[in-house]
């Protein structure tokens, strides 16, 4: 159970901030009384890190940091973009630099927020999914088309997915089948949520990475390997035509839609960058609250479909270096904690991190929301405490 100590309000303040964030929206389009709340729950958890950001005190973070803010906010207010579109532009950052500039330096705190910060990922996500299919079902069914609020386009969606199916591996491999059904049960929500939304890259790898991470877990455990291969595959032959159904679903979004416009959309951001004459244009982009017409939406907007698009055209040539940098940061982590621990609970979070940067890095504009600055914080603690702690089993969280 979670024991109040002054020295935790850091570590309680994000949980109670992600927490609140399930029955907010991924991107409110106003700021009610739950936002304010949220936003000073984050205030508490990261003033100090992004103090000692300011003071220079870790100074790799602070220069990417200072120069991530400061040159596009230069570039926009000199270019004469829309306060309101620079701010909406900045708050994102604020998120996604969480994991960098407020990593949790205490063993006890960290060890906390590595026990409890997924189940509150996971209860987001399934808050989430539940809002999006409650009124599909209230309306009678059918193709369920996703809503403006972008539920399920959430992070946090895809994170519980995969962690949910991962949990139940784990539960199963260490013969807590009763758990582990709990947890496959749960994790069909969000899968649900993504087939009737017919969203393709998320369906798939939230069941790949997952079976991915039962496959390592269980080198030296075969026979249990088997076994659960042949359940998998009795379930495919019992629900053969359901899933034939599904999949001629989601060929057919493929023939209508294709990639949905993000090919055109990278072209695009590419010509606006590299093929101008102004060569300011290339060096620093069209600055905090640029916006651009953009071929896969169909509209005026301030994003792009990949992390690395949006960099470009808001940092230009900058911004490429620095989406270097942030993927560089990103991949060491996740590599010396696949080599550094063997245990279970640790692999299992970073086998429901990696589709969620997958998704949220390459296919979609979900790198603005909170939850995915907190994946990307969870994935630093895990750090943290694989490099500190050597008694992995103090993590286990149930």
């Known amino acids: 159970m979670l024991s109040f100590k002054l020295c935790n309000v850091k570590t309680y303040a994000i949980l109670f ?21 949220i936003f000073v729950f984050l205030v508490v958890f990261s003033a100090d890190g992004y103090l000692r950001v300011f003071l ?3 100074p790799i973070v ?14 926009g207010l000199y270019l004469g973009n829309k306060p309101h579109d620079v701010i909406r532009d900045l708050i994102p950052l604020f998120y996604f630099y969480l994991a960098f500039v407020a990593p949790n330096r205490n063993e006890e705190n960290a060890l906390i927020m590595i026990r409890y910060l997924p189940f509150f990922l996971v209860l987001c996500g399934l808050v989430y999914s539940l809002r999006e299919l409650l009124p599909f079902y209230v309306n009678g069914g ?12 959430s992070p946090a969606v895809l994170f519980s ?7 139940f591996f784990r539960k199963f491999s260490s013969s807590e089948h009763l758990q582990s059904v709990l947890f496959l049960l749960l994790f069909l929500l969000p899968v649900m949520a993504f087939y009737k939304g017919v969203l393709r890259a998320p369906l798939f790898l939230s069941i790949l990475f997952p079976v991915l991470y039962y496959v390592y877990i269980s080198n030296k455990k075969l026979i249990r390997l088997l076994c659960t291969s042949l359940l998998i595959f009795g379930f495919v032959f019992v629900q053969w035509g359901n899933l034939i159904s599904a999949l001629e679903l989601f060929v057919l979004k493929q023939q209508n839609y294709g990639s949905n416009g993000k090919v055109d959309e990278l072209l695009k951001v590419f010509e606006i960058v590299f ?13 905090w609250g640029g916006v651009w017409y953009s071929p896969a939406v ?13 960099m470009l055209l808001k940092m230009g040539l900058i911004g490429v270096v620095l989406f270097a940098f942030l993927l560089f940061s990103i991949a060491s982590k996740l590599w010396k904690l696949l080599f550094k621990t063997d245990d279970p609970y640790i692999l299992s979070i970073i086998f429901s991190v990696v589709p969620v940067l997958i998704v949220n890095i390459f296919l979609e504009s979900a790198y603005k929301t909170l939850d995915f600055g907190v994946i990307l914080l969870l994935l630093f603690t895990s750090w943290s405490v694989c490099e500190k702690v050597r008694c992995y089993a103090k993590t286990q969280p149930l």
Do not use: N, W
Not at 20 to 33: A, G, I
Not at 62 to 75: D, E, K, M
Not at 142 to 153: E, K, N
Not at 280 to 287: D, H, I, R, S, T
């Open 142 to 153: 059918g193709r369920m088309l996703v809503t403006s609020d972008y539920f399920i386009q």
């Open 298 to 310: 169909g509209l005026e907007v301030r994003y792009t479909h990949s992390l690395f698009t949006f």
């Open 56 to 58: 220079l005190a870790r």
């Open 17 to 37: 901030a992600v927490f609140l964030y399930s029955f907010s929206k991924p991107f409110p389009s106003t700021v009610s009384f739950l936002e304010l709340s």
């Open 62 to 75: 602070s220069l990417a940091f200072c120069v991530t803010l400061f040159i596009p906010l230069f570039v």
């Open 161 to 167: 997915a995969a962690f949910l199916l991962s949990t």
């Open 275 to 287: 093929s101008s004459s102004d060569l300011g244009a290339m060096l620093f982009g069209k600055g």
